[in-house]
């Protein structure tokens, strides 16, 4: 899988970097120098601290770089809608984006990778008939790779409008509570 930072300003959000990093440590101490290039301090930064994310993320504990987790298999916000939180976010993203609610001309011609993550992800509906993401476990038997560019986007987005307590047009629309949220869920590095 690679590791992804996207980093949302407003309505603009952007693929930074994507990278193939086998040591942990070293694809960890790349993210730190990352956030620091760009300004980011300790709760500007999500993390999906499932699967392989929640190792990492106490490794960037260790480097004193303390990253939100986000777990994608927590109850959404909406439960009746939606069967967890990640799903939840990737039908909100898509909704932004189809309203120009989200600007990604920031990604140089968004590449071909992230085009395809963005449209092709697999969805359907449990037996509730709320709205789901195919789980990653699932796509892998299917023979499709893990959304990793996408997943970023996606949560930087879903976490820049809905987790951080932040003002913003689809907040006051949606009447979300504009206190700062702390899920304190244990919820790619964003």
């Known amino acids: 899988d690679e590791n992804v930072l996207a980093v949302r ?72 809608t939606y069967t967890n939180l990640g799903s939840e ?8 984006i189809t309203l120009s609610r989200i600007n990604l001309s920031d990604n140089p011609s968004i590449e071909p990778q992230l085009f395809s993550q963005l449209t092709s992800r697999p969805r359907a509906r449990d037996a509730r008939q709320r709205l789901r993401t195919l789980p990653k476990e699932d796509m892998a038997k299917l023979g499709l790779k893990s ?31 504009l206190a700062p949220t702390d899920f304190h869920v244990k919820t790619e590095i964003f």
Not at 11 to 33: D, L
Request: glycine fraction near 10%; charged fraction near 20%.
């Open 89 to 96: 976010a990737w039908f909100y993203v898509a909704n932004e």
């Open 9 to 80: 300003r407003g309505n603009h959000v952007r693929i930074v970097k994507a990278w193939h990093e086998t040591n942990t440590v070293q694809a960890v101490r790349e993210f730190i120098s990352l956030f620091r290039e760009l300004s980011l301090i300790p709760g500007q930064v999500y993390g999906d601290a499932g699967g392989l994310g929640g190792p990492m993320l106490d490794l960037f504990a260790e480097e004193g770089f303390h990253v939100r987790r986000i777990h994608n298999v927590s109850p959404a916000r909406e439960p009746e």
């Open 147 to 177: 959304p990793d560019r996408a997943d970023a986007l996606v949560g930087c987005v879903y976490c820049g409008s809905y987790l951080t307590g932040a003002i913003s047009a689809s907040t006051m629309r949606d009447g979300v509570s």
